[in-house]
């Protein structure tokens, strides 16, 4: 296998990241499609209830991912720490670690679903018109989960060892294999929202194999390492966990605020505006991970440069890839909010029928949403910097406030304001206030420095 020619302490900041960057955004964009062909193909093969359905699972698929994203986070930073101090056989045991204690959690955590499906599924405000097609969905995605949580990490642990392309086909190939599986399930075989889940549980199988291929036969420096049962071993594999959780801690309440923004907006939606309310947002649900994606494609390639060149205090180096990521993110954030607002109805048309009482539900707040896409991607980008010279604190700080603090208020009071459509205004409000703390913290710790 031909690897990637990578150097983080020497090579031209704008040369790495680029590296890093493409076939990571080409990996996460192709990925992402996962979710917005199983909408796409579910709400013209199934139709709005059936979109609304899996729109009322999907905060476990993202809470799923945010366990993921955690280990992998935390394992990344620390293992690039270790490489960059020559201490590969440390990095190789925290890698093991993350892989087997994340995959078990999961594992433990889909069995207690599937043990009671239905009062889960009431938990993410599903309704009793809505509770077949749900739990048809649950049945057949949830037992992929744990594949799911070890592929994230896999991915991160190829890209730090030196092959960014392998892992971008660790997205890529599996979202294409999801895509024409979802196609043939839904329509050819008439298996509805059955056959999207299994699309996706397929695939996400599929991408964990090829993450096991990687390790077992082209791995460059890092690999796994024999696991040891003894209690000293044990202590020091809690004390390992306990650390990596800690740094990837706010990548996972990334994740938790988007299924905290879906599942709060599932209960107002279905309250204001019903089921076809739900079927409205969702269509904002699927492309808000699109945009996330995007900015974590950003935060994860700029993840590797800033941890290696801050553990040898490389500063100017921490820096220059610093703002290189932001002037990423605007423009990227930019460009997805303008295409998104300016083609609403090609986007919500790739959804829904235009004769669905949703699709002009949606058509009459998307373009409110899809605002908050550019904060979404610069406040994810900034949070990522924290997160990867180990200030785990403000990173959790700020991704708790534009998830949880900030959006659940607003949910509740601007439809009170506003009426039914000043729910779509609640995402856009909380990550633009998200953003303004994040700059206005910057300029206060840069006058103050002895207070950052």
């Known amino acids: 296998m031909q690897r990637d020619s990578i150097d983080f302490k020497n090579e031209k900041i704008s040369v790495l990241f680029s590296k890093i960057f493409i076939p990571t955004l080409l990996g996460m964009f192709l990925s992402s499609t996962i979710n917005v062909a199983d909408g796409i193909f579910v709400g013209k093969g199934a139709g709005a209830d059936a979109l609304a359905a899996v729109n009322i699972v999907a905060p476990f698929f993202m809470i799923t991912i945010g366990l993921g994203l955690m280990f992998a986070s935390g394992v990344s930073v620390v293992a690039s720490i270790h490489l960059s101090k020559g201490k590969t056989k440390a990095a190789n045991i925290n890698m093991t670690q993350a892989f087997t204690v994340s995959f078990l959690l999961m ?13 889960f599924a009431r938990l993410l405000g599903c309704s009793d018109k809505l509770m077949p097609l749900v739990l048809d969905y649950m049945y057949l995605i949830v037992p992929s989960f744990p594949f799911l949580v070890a592929l994230t990490i896999g991915m991160f642990v190829i890209r730090i060892d030196g092959s960014p392309t392998y892992s971008m086909l660790c997205e890529a190939v599996p979202a294409v294999i999801n895509i024409v599986l979802d196609y043939v399930f839904v ?4 298996m509805g929202i059955k056959g999207a889940a299994l699309a996706t549980a397929i695939a996400q199988v599929i991408g964990f194999v090829m993450v096991c291929v990687y390790m077992a036969g082209f791995h460059k420096t890092l690999s796994f390492y024999k696991p040891k049962f003894s209690p000293t071993a044990l202590k020091l594999t809690a004390r390992n966990i306990g650390y990596m959780v800690r740094l990837g801690l706010s990548s996972m309440i990334s994740e938790v605020a988007i299924s905290c923004i879906m599942i709060t907006g599932n209960f107002v939606f279905i309250k204001y505006l019903h089921e076809e309310g739900v079927a409205a947002f969702s269509v904002a649900c699927y ?18 440069i800033i941890s290696f060149n ?3 205090s490389q500063t100017q180096r921490v820096r220059k890839a610093a703002r290189l990521s932001l002037l990423t993110a605007m423009a990227s954030g930019f460009i997805v909010s303008f295409i998104c607002i300016v083609f609403s109805k090609t986007v919500i048309g790739l959804f829904l029928s ?27 980008t900034a949070i990522g910097y924290f997160q990867s010279i180990e200030n785990f604190k403000r990173s959790i700080l700020y ?3 534009r998830g949880f603090i900030f ?9 009170i304001v506003f009426g039914a459509t000043g ?5 856009p409000l909380s990550e633009i206030l998200t953003f303004l703390t994040i700059s206005i913290m910057y300029l206060f710790n840069r006058s103050h420095p002895q207070n950052s």
Request: proline fraction near 9%; charge should be positive; aromatic fraction near 16%.
């Open 107 to 119: 594992l433990i955590v889909s069995v207690v679903v599937l043990i009671t499906p239905q009062s």
């Open 354 to 380: 235009q004769t669905d009482k949703a699709y002009m539900l949606a058509t009459a707040g998307y373009p409110y949403f899809a605002v908050s896409f550019l904060f979404m991607t610069l406040n994810i």
């Open 310 to 312: 801050y553990a040898v």
């Open 423 to 427: 729910l779509w205004f609640a995402v």
């Open 399 to 401: 991704m708790s406030l």
């Open 287 to 304: 492309c808000m991970p699109l945009a996330f994606m995007i900015a974590n494609a950003i935060g994860q390639s700029a993840q590797p």
């Open 407 to 415: 959006v659940i208020p607003y949910f509740i009071v601007l439809p």
């Open 187 to 190: 329509f050819p075989c008439r």
